[in-house]
């Protein structure tokens, strides 16, 4: 018999207290490792699986609770609000190249560029930002009849939607997982054609839903033809599809629904359309559309200019911008606010010019906003700049293999949210 079971025999009060504070011990680090782990990024944490095999079951159920995913979501994205910002760009050569050669993985895997951008104190100290730019790999089974070079795209909490025809994908690239979803209620062989797809978090039925709309041609009782648009919503806590009222007052006839890119804000998705000047509005969690035609003031600045629809410090903002010889002069910002001059909300929404400046000589066309007021805007030859409008200070940020033109941009944050969620598809790996 060891001296340490002789003990335990002859004191075996002392030793349930010692099991019993060895035990609180374990747990407390446990709980200090959990903390730990929902600040790392999905890739340095699955790379701490080889650390030990009791980290290797720890991550291992880490991932796949719904709590921790939530936690580690909500962590990232603080982090992201503090110190850097990831956008991805799905790069037109690369995704015309891949539309030509589906079956091609080196050139699919090349179609999603990150950027992260490390934010220094002292901004000025050199005029050369601190980034790291980097290709983001997509899972290589993906479905080959999956355009990536026509899809439709939406992105949240790290998964990335994806829309061809009546084909919709979900897939998440930092845990290398993505699922097909149902077929929908709207197909093409009904004669629907689908203008848009979105993803969101309806953080009130703490449910992720796709929202689609389309259109389908129908002959008016003046023999015209008009666009009669239709919509869907899917559900991954339900996993079912159901069609729902499109509900605006604004109608599409004759002329072809120009829908630009969506901008998502507090629940609530927004898009441009171009050919009437109306600002759309899907709210998820009430799961309603909504339309408003824009001011005659911000209908006047925008005449003959391109506008860019961007979230700008929590409010929907326009950059309305126009090209000399390819090179913008200057940008001005729009922001709509929702309030009258009493605080109280407006029954219409008013739009307020807030600023304009001058960007950097050779910028060709805004990105998107970042924090402490700075713009991302692509100027020539693989060149982005950085740009703070308050103090005037750009830094340069140079990439190689970035095309001329982008088809999307969107702010990312790595996460271990399963595509399967609410569903009895497999868990992670």
Same mark, same amino acid.
């Given at each position: 018999?060891?001296?340490?079971?002789?003990?335990?025999?002859?004191?075996?009060?002392?030793?349930?207290?010692? =099991?019993?504070?060895? !035990?609180?011990?374990?747990?407390?680090? &446990?709980?200090?490792?959990?903390?730990?782990?929902?600040?790392?990024?999905?890739?340095?944490?699955?790379?701490?699986?080889?650390?030990?095999?009791?980290?290797?079951?720890?991550?291992?159920?880490?991932?796949?609770?719904?709590?921790?995913?939530?936690?580690?979501?909500?962590?990232?994205?603080?982090?992201?609000?503090?110190?850097?910002?990831?956008?991805?760009?799905?790069?037109?050569?690369f995704?015309?190249?891949?539309?030509?050669?589906?079956?091609?993985?080196? $050139?699919?895997?090349?179609?999603?560029?990150?950027?992260?951008?490390?934010?220094?104190?002292?901004?000025?100290?050199?005029?050369?930002?601190?980034?790291?730019?980097?290709?983001?790999?997509?899972?290589?089974?993906?479905p080959?009849?999956?355009?990536?070079?026509?899809?439709?795209?939406?992105?949240?909490?790290?998964?990335?939607?994806?829309?061809?025809?009546?084909?919709?994908?979900?897939?998440?690239?930092? %845990?290398? &997982?993505?699922?097909?979803?149902?077929?929908?209620?709207?197909?093409?062989?009904?004669?629907?054609?689908?203008?848009?797809?979105?993803?969101?978090?309806?953080?009130?039925?703490?449910?992720?839903? !796709? @929202?689609?709309?389309?259109?389908?041609?129908?002959?008016?009782?003046?023999?015209?033809?008009?666009?009669?648009?239709?919509?869907?919503?899917?559900?991954?806590r339900?996993?079912?599809w159901r069609?729902?009222?499109?509900?605006?007052?604004?109608?599409?006839?004759? !002329?072809?629904?120009?829908?630009?890119?969506?901008?998502?804000?507090?629940? @609530?998705?927004?898009?441009?359309?171009?050919?009437?000047?109306? $600002?759309?509005?899907?709210? @998820?969690?009430? &799961?309603?559309?909504?339309g408003?035609p824009?001011?005659?003031?911000?209908?006047?600045?925008?005449?003959?200019?391109?506008?860019?629809? =961007?979230?700008?410090?929590?409010?929907?903002?326009?950059? %309305?911008?126009?090209?000399?010889?390819?090179? %913008?002069?200057?940008?001005?910002?729009?922001?709509?606010?929702?309030?009258?001059?009493?605080?109280?909300?407006?029954?219409?929404?008013?739009?307020?010019?807030?600023?304009?400046?001058?960007?950097?000589?050779?910028?060709?066309?805004p @990105?998107?906003?970042?924090?402490?007021?700075?713009?991302?805007?692509?100027?020539?030859?693989?060149?982005?700049?950085?740009?703070?409008?308050?103090?005037?200070?750009?830094?340069?940020?140079?990439?190689?293999?970035?095309?001329?033109?982008?088809?999307?941009d969107?702010?990312? !944050?790595?996460?271990?949210?399963?595509?399967?969620?609410?569903?009895?598809?497999?868990?992670?790996?």
């Open positions: 018999m060891t001296i340490s079971s002789c003990a335990s025999v002859q004191n075996p009060k002392r030793a349930a207290v010692t =099991a019993t504070t060895s !035990v609180w011990c374990d747990d407390l680090l &446990e709980d200090v490792l959990v903390e730990i782990f929902s600040w790392l990024s999905p890739e340095c944490l699955i790379g701490f699986k080889c650390v030990s095999k009791s980290w290797y079951s720890l991550i291992s159920s880490l991932i796949k609770n719904p709590e921790f995913v939530t936690k580690h979501i909500r962590n990232n994205n603080i982090l992201s609000s503090r110190s850097t910002t990831c956008l991805l760009f799905c790069c037109y050569a995704a015309y190249e891949s539309h030509m050669y589906p079956t091609l993985d080196s $050139l699919r895997q090349k179609l999603f560029k990150s950027i992260t951008v490390f934010y220094d104190q002292d901004e000025r100290r050199n005029d050369r930002g601190n980034f790291v730019g980097q290709d983001l790999r997509l899972p290589r089974n993906l080959s009849d999956v355009s990536l070079c026509k899809a439709l795209r939406s992105h949240c909490n790290g998964i990335i939607c994806l829309g061809c025809d009546d084909t919709i994908i979900l897939c998440n690239p930092a %845990i290398m &997982e993505w699922r097909t979803l149902p077929k929908p209620c709207l197909v093409a062989n009904s004669g629907f054609s689908p203008l848009r797809v979105a993803f969101g978090y309806d953080s009130r039925g703490d449910d992720y839903k !796709v @929202v689609r709309f389309g259109y389908t041609k129908v002959l008016g009782g003046d023999q015209k033809e008009y666009y009669n648009i239709r919509a869907e919503v899917y559900s991954m339900s996993e079912s069609e729902i009222e499109f509900g605006t007052p604004i109608q599409f006839p004759i !002329v072809y629904p120009f829908i630009g890119r969506q901008v998502f804000l507090r629940g @609530v998705f927004y898009w441009f359309e171009w050919s009437r000047d109306i $600002l759309l509005s899907f709210n @998820v969690a009430d &799961e309603v559309f909504d408003m824009l001011p005659n003031n911000l209908l006047a600045a925008r005449k003959r200019h391109s506008v860019k629809l =961007a979230v700008w410090n929590e409010s929907i903002a326009f950059l %309305i911008y126009k090209r000399d010889n390819g090179v %913008i002069k200057a940008i001005d910002i729009w922001v709509m606010d929702d309030y009258c001059s009493d605080g109280v909300k407006c029954s219409f929404s008013n739009w307020i010019k807030k600023l304009t400046f001058t960007p950097p000589a050779d910028v060709a066309c @990105v998107a906003f970042l924090k402490n007021d700075e713009i991302l805007m692509q100027a020539t030859r693989s060149r982005f700049v950085l740009y703070n409008i308050r103090s005037q200070v750009h830094r340069n940020l140079t990439f190689r293999e970035m095309p001329a033109k982008l088809i999307w969107f702010s990312y !944050v790595r996460s271990f949210l399963s595509v399967h969620r609410g569903s009895q598809s497999p868990p992670l790996n």
